[in-house]
């Protein structure tokens, strides 16, 4: 992995978690390394959650898409809030 791929996980993982922040009810005030830690999380939960849903041919683990990680993050937003906090 690239210093490139560390970069463009931490961007992604940022706006992530930026759409869960938006989402989730309430005001939350996260800033930039929280959300996009949640946003990375999630990326991974939304890929077991996928991975899970629709099985992968070969087996192998896939990243999820974008639907897939604001929900994971959003449920790693949620157990954040509620028992992290």
């Known amino acids: 992995m690239g210093l490139?791929?560390?970069i463009a996980m931490i961007i992604v993982g940022f706006i992530v978690g930026f759409i869960a922040?938006?989402?989730y009810p309430g005001a939350q005030h996260l800033g930039f390394w929280k959300a996009a830690i949640i946003g990375i999380v999630g990326s991974l939960v939304g890929g077991v959650i996928g991975g899970?849903?629709?099985?992968?041919?070969?087996?192998?683990?896939?990243?999820?898409?974008?639907f897939l990680s604001i929900v994971g993050?959003?449920?790693v937003l949620w157990v954040y809030l509620n028992y992290l906090q």
């Open 21 to 23: 922040e938006v989402l």
């Open 52 to 66: 899970l849903v629709f099985r992968s041919p070969d087996g192998k683990f896939h990243p999820a898409g974008w």
């Open 4 to 6: 490139f791929h560390i």
């Open 73 to 75: 993050a959003l449920l």
